[in-house]
């Protein structure tokens, strides 16, 4: 079963734009994990956030964390083509396995 | 080699007819998982292992399904009297970090092996 569900499902942008996905997950965690899956490969881990944390930074990528909402957002800015991929959410909360969402299809045209 | 490394990567079979798909993880992690993915779909947990043993196999489906880690490293995920709907890609990740309460640290995941069945 899923844990965590991403929003938007699809997100289409100009390249040079910011894009944000949105995930929310139904039970307590230990940390949340966003990774990244070019079409037809294995997925890429992209960054961790504690669950004591409540933002992270990485390039150009940035993680909130809020854990009152169950809810985390991953922020690209300056998007390029070579970012369109899917994007999923994982969270650990259940016995240490890693429950993936059901991803965010992001597509930046040039 | 330097990464997860999954065989094969394409396997087209009958139904009924039995599959072995294998994993070999990255030197050293200890723990490792079986994920399955249907085309548009984030990933659907099977089993994990810490070491030898299952330390989860609660996403596994029916008992048609089963995996092996005996030595705990290489892993076989074994589908007996394949059915249409088992077809998806099969994603194995290996991981450093222990789970089972632990803080799960990150996956790195093979390029998978699709399976069709027909």
């Known amino acids: 079963s899923q844990q965590g569900e991403e929003d938007p499902q699809a997100l289409s942008i100009q390249e040079g734009e910011n894009a944000t996905m949105n995930c929310s997950y139904k039970?307590?965690?230990?940390?949340l994990q966003w990774y990244r899956q070019n079409s037809g490969r294995g997925l890429v881990h992209l960054i961790l956030?504690?669950?004591?944390?409540r933002e992270k930074h990485s390039g150009r990528l940035r993680v909130t964390l809020d854990t009152s909402k169950k809810s985390s957002s991953l922020l690209i800015t300056a998007s390029r083509a070579a970012d369109t991929a899917s994007y999923f959410c994982a969270t650990d909360g259940q016995g240490g396995k890693l429950i993936f969402g059901q991803g965010t299809e992001l597509s930046v045209k040039p | 080699g330097a990464g997860v490394s999954q065989t094969p990567s394409n396997k087209v079979t009958e139904k009924g007819k039995y599959v072995e798909l294998r994993c070999d993880p990255i030197?050293?992690?200890?723990?490792l998982y079986w994920y399955r993915q249907s085309l548009g779909q984030g990933p659907e947990f099977l089993i994990y292992?810490?070491?030898?043993?299952?330390?989860?196999d609660s996403g596994l489906p029916n008992d048609r399904f089963f995996a092996v880690r005996p030595e705990g490293s290489v892993s076989t995920l074994k589908i007996q009297r394949t059915e249409r709907g088992d077809s998806a890609v099969y994603l194995c990740?290996?991981?450093?970090?222990?789970?089972?309460?632990?803080?799960?640290?990150?996956?790195?995941f093979g390029e998978g092996s699709r399976l069709t069945v027909l």
């Open positions: 039970t307590s965690i230990n940390n």
């Open positions: 292992f810490q070491g030898t043993g299952a330390a989860d």
């Open positions: 990740a290996s991981s450093l970090e222990r789970g089972g309460g632990a803080r799960t640290g990150e996956l790195f």
């Open positions: 956030i504690r669950s004591n944390e």
């Open positions: 030197s050293g992690h200890t723990a």
